[in-house]
């Protein structure tokens, strides 16, 4: 097979979690993935594309899912078999600082001589401490917009020198010692890169291995995709490492990056070409301002796309937006997230708006014609307690009530976790928002991904409550949830029972592995079952609607594709 110039990995959270007893709870119960984090950074279909572009050829692995997929797939054997020039893997989120580390360490027992190269949001947090004390990470590319740096990087491997005049990038020099280029590299607009799926198509076929490219694991059954409107974000929500005042610290960028709303649309277009697949838009429109938004529309509209599309908002729009919204798509969905029913403690975490714009929104929303309207809670924030939490609970009740007959609210609730972001303002100044930091090292986050429980995983605790009230909270308010959403309709009593039944397991698991320092046989096989299972929500609740033949037709070809492919490599067949 043809060896690529560059080949892109993404490990899983925890590198041996097929055999590693750890109670993983509700981490990903509001993201498509499971508590893995086997979805890569949209960035390596960008790079991929860049590279290709520039005549550097990329394969992607998403070693996570193939780990996911088949129990007897030995991630070593692969890493042998591969032949690049170098290798690159994402220790983006900084829940795979296992995953990313035990994966560089394998590559560079396995290939000595080939360089091995990290990037992502943590790998740029902890860069000092990665290049200090794990050598066999030869590079670190920083920042967000990294195409450019990692083309200059593999044109000098080549000529093995001139590493000095690559931005954004940490290296060793002949004496061992680390050099840090300046983050100079930092485009001011997303026009040079291209969300290009068919260029991952392609490559996938290329390199006959759709399962490497998959993005998470039902993906096949439910294929949603994404555009990406930015880089950065206008807000400063104070646990997240992508708000505006965090990008500015770390030195990323002085504010966000835009695509130009015409290409933004015409991305969405694209995939609607081939795929009835909902579309998520990642990022508020109205951040770029009401021109851009505006623009944005007016261009989706001259389309007539029938996918779900689905639209982020940080606040409440205004109503004027909302009907132009409904008159330029189709399908739309909505997502906000006023993470409390209270106000005041919404405000201290970074949202500044009351309950009285968030109704009158979610009103005008439904009258218009949305297709749901999806608003995420979060337990862990500044000024909660328990109590408030259960209330938060009753808010969504209340909610339900009013607008809840159309069938197209959506409540959810979910936890801060498993950790408070490296570089966001709460991390940087805990004491100030009223946390206890458990953790700050990356050393000391990779121990925190192999504790036996994710109550001993999250790295804080708030002067309202100790990580015991956090996991009783996240538990009670969603068997809680479960049980109003029996109440309004919105899941039925079987499926609500069988949510309150994980629950009730793994508040059970905790309680055995607490204060135990190992654990015996068959509470390991119980916390490797209940693993398999989304706990607070059924994952199935978020999924928007497929549209029509055309989605059909390329579900059919790709699992088509996927078992032709591995019926010639001769590996056991997809199951989807
Ligand atoms: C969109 C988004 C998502 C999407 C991800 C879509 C995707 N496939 O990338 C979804 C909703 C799935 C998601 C999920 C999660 N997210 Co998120 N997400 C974001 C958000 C809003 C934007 C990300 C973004 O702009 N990316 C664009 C750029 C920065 O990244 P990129 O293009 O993918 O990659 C570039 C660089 O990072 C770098 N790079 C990345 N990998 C590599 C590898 C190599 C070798 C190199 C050289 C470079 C490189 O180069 C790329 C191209 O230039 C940010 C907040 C923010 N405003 O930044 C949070 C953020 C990144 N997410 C975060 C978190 C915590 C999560 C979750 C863990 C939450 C959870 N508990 O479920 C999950 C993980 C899911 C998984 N992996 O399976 C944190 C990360 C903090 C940290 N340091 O760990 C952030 C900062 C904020 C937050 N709290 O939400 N997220
Ligand atoms: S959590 Fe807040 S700061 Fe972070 S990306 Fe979302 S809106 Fe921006």
Not at 87 to 97: K, M, N, R, S, T
Not at 278 to 291: A, K
Not at 358 to 381: N, P
């Amino acid at each position: 097979m043809f060896d690529p110039d560059l080949i892109l990995l993404h490990p899983p959270t925890i590198f041996n979690f097929r055999e590693s007893p750890t109670v993983l709870g509700p981490i990903s119960d509001v993201v498509p993935s499971t508590s893995v984090f086997e979805i890569y950074p949209i960035g390596f279909i960008t790079i991929s594309e860049y590279l290709h572009r520039h005549g550097i050829s990329v394969r992607i692995i998403n070693l996570a899912m193939k780990m996911l997929k088949d129990d007897s797939f030995s991630p070593e054997k692969l890493v042998r078999k591969l032949n690049p020039h170098a290798f690159g893997i994402d220790l983006h989120w900084l829940a795979h600082a296992d995953g990313s580390l035990a994966l560089a360490e394998l590559i560079s027992r396995i290939h000595p001589e080939k360089p091995v190269i990290l990037g992502g949001l943590s790998a740029t947090y902890y860069h000092d401490e990665i290049m200090r004390d794990y050598p066999f990470v030869n590079f670190i590319v920083r920042g967000d917009s990294t195409e450019e740096p990692l083309r200059m990087l593999m044109e000098s491997l080549k000529s093995q020198g001139g590493f000095e005049r690559i931005p954004n990038l940490v290296w060793r020099n002949e004496k061992g010692n680390t050099v840090v280029n300046e983050i100079s590299y930092k485009p001011d607009n997303l026009d040079y890169i291209n969300y290009d799926f068919n260029h991952i198509l392609k490559s996938a076929i290329k390199y006959r291995d759709l399962q490497g490219y998959l993005p998470f694991r039902n993906w096949l059954t439910y294929p949603v995709t994404a555009v990406f409107q930015c880089r950065g974000c206008t807000h400063n929500c104070c646990s997240c490492a992508g708000s505006l005042v965090s990008f500015r610290d770390q030195g990323l960028r002085e504010k966000p990056c835009f695509r130009s709303p015409e290409l933004l649309a015409q991305d969405i277009k694209k995939i609607s070409d081939f795929t009835g697949s909902p579309v998520m838009v990642i990022g508020d429109l109205l951040q770029g301002g009401e021109g851009y938004a505006h623009m944005f529309l007016d261009s989706i509209k001259k389309y007539t796309i029938e996918n779900e599309i689905a639209l982020e908002f940080f606040d409440p729009p205004p109503e004027a937006f909302i009907k132009k919204i409904a008159d330029s798509i189709r399908n739309f969905n909505v997502e906000i997230s006023p993470e409390s029913h209270d106000p005041v403690i919404r405000e201290h975490f970074g949202k500044c708006y009351g309950n009285k714009e968030l109704e009158q929104s979610l009103k005008t929303f439904i009258r218009h014609g949305a297709r749901r309207v999806d608003l995420f809670f979060m337990v862990g924030l500044p000024f909660q307690d328990y109590s408030s939490v259960i209330e938060t609970v009753h808010y969504c009740e209340r909610l339900l009530e009013r607008y809840g007959s159309s069938g197209k609210l959506l409540p959810l609730i979910s936890p801060l976790a498993p950790f408070v972001d490296p570089g966001s303002r709460i991390f940087e100044n805990p004491d100030k928002f009223g946390y206890k930091l458990f953790y700050r090292t990356l050393r000391e986050h990779r121990e925190a991904m192999l504790k036996l429980s994710w109550k001993y995983t999250l790295n804080y605790e708030t002067r309202w409550m100790t990580r015991d009230d956090i996991v009783m909270a996240t538990y009670d308010a969603a068997s809680l949830l479960a049980r109003i959403k029996v109440k309004y309709g919105m899941i039925d009593e079987m499926r609500a029972q069988t949510i309150m039944a994980h629950i009730e397991r793994a508040k059970d698991l905790i309680r055995k592995i607490d204060g135990s320092h190992s654990i015996n046989e068959r509470v390991m096989e119980e916390v490797m079952r209940l693993n398999n299972h989304d706990i607070l929500c059924d994952k199935h609740e978020l999924e928007w609607p497929l549209k029509g033949w055309k989605l059909a037709l390329f579900t059919k070809l790709l699992i088509f594709s996927e078992n032709f492919m591995r019926r010639k490599s001769r590996e056991p067949s997809m199951k989807t």
